[in-house]
């Protein structure tokens, strides 16, 4: 496959700060780049930087945009691994095909995000907790100002190194009256609409003094969802319960290996429905051990706080002993490759 490579004429790499980098506000020199007009074309690795639109760009009316989130780990032997890209080459078509846009070719994906992490590759971190945090998106392209989809796509890969998500465990709302996604929506596919609707309960729910919302169901607010950008995960008298998959949640990577890792240890393990009143009762009866968050960008996010109808729930200190610590290290070792990889996860 032909891809055109336009260098950066001189990397923007000496200017960052290794040690303290904040999350998704620095930049790698290069973008992949492909173009969708009755097919894919014009494939090209162009630096890192402004695109051209114009104001009757149909994405800017119309939320035609869809994205994934990835990352790539340099390992204690100094390779570049990728975390289960594959899984996300299929998720991003999913959310193209509910968004009526083109699905990207498996071909055009890898190699054009191995051209482009060849050329950035001093851009992958070293170190516990880092990664180069990598970020597919899809959007229209036609200049249209009428409800249909658009016969004209741009695909484009660009990545930032990255440290940790959250630093500390998290206190968290449940969300009663807004809602993330319903019944028939686009809750299961990552497309732009499904965060930006979520921007006020949270911004709400922030200046109270917590960190992110659970959300509930639509129709009765009674079940547990998801909780911003993460899968919710609960060790609940000894076994790993998490919400069911639909199309109101989104089939999270992580959540999936999560999965994997405890059936792996034997544990019981129950996708189903999960009551929000069963959580908070838990808490009280003391037979929930655990609540977590699981996401590429957080990993695994363990939760302190529950706060419902006016009043904060306390969970069990996470310790180095706790599920959600056991889960977090098996990641980051097989990440790094410090041991070995026996599902097969890493790629290069």
Not at 2 to 11: A, D, R, Y
Not at 193 to 198: E, L, P, R, T
Not at 232 to 258: H, N, Q, Y
Not at 283 to 295: C, N, R, S, T
């Amino acid at each position: 496959m032909l891809i055109k490579i336009n260098q950066k004429k001189v990397s923007s790499i000496s200017e960052v700060d290794f040690q303290n980098l904040v999350f998704g506000r620095v930049y790698a020199d290069h973008m992949f780049v492909a173009d969708y007009d009755n097919g894919w074309k014009d494939l090209r690795i162009d630096p890192y930087g402004p695109l051209s639109l114009t104001p009757g760009n149909a994405t800017l009316h119309y939320g035609q945009s869809i994205f994934e989130g990835m990352k790539a780990y340099r390992t204690i032997a100094d390779e570049i691994k990728l975390f289960r890209p594959e899984k996300n080459w299929e998720r991003l078509n999913r959310s193209a095909e509910r968004m009526q846009m083109p699905v990207l070719p498996r071909e055009i994906f890898f190699e054009g995000l191995s051209a482009l992490l060849k050329l950035d590759q001093a851009w992958v971190p070293a170190g516990e907790g880092m990664s180069l945090y990598i970020r597919p998106f899809m959007f229209a392209a036609d200049e249209y100002i009428g409800i249909r989809p658009s016969s004209r796509y741009k695909f484009i890969i660009f990545s930032c190194p990255v440290g940790k998500y959250y630093s500390q465990p998290l206190k968290v709302r449940v969300e009663e009256k807004y809602c993330r996604a319903s019944k028939g929506g686009t809750g299961f596919a990552k497309t732009a609409g499904n965060y930006a609707a979520s921007l006020n309960p949270m911004f709400a729910a922030q200046k109270d003094g917590y960190d992110q919302l659970i959300w509930t169901d639509a129709s009765t607010h009674q079940f547990v969802e998801e909780s911003g950008t993460m899968n919710l995960m609960f060790l609940l008298d000894g076994k790993l319960v998490t919400p069911e998959l639909g199309d109101t949640i989104l089939a999270g990577v992580i959540r999936d290996s999560i999965i994997q890792m405890a059936k792996g240890w034997g544990m019981i393990v129950e996708e189903r429905p999960v009551a929000i009143q069963e959580v908070i009762t838990a808490i009280q009866d003391g037979k929930l051990q655990e609540a977590f968050g699981v996401g590429t960008a957080a990993v695994v996010a363990p939760i302190k706080t529950i706060g419902f109808q006016g009043q904060d729930f306390q969970l069990p200190e996470a310790t180095i002993e706790s599920f959600s610590a056991k889960v977090a290290k098996e990641f980051s070792d097989i990440r790094y490759g410090k041991i070995p990889d026996r599902f097969d996860w890493m790629k290069s």
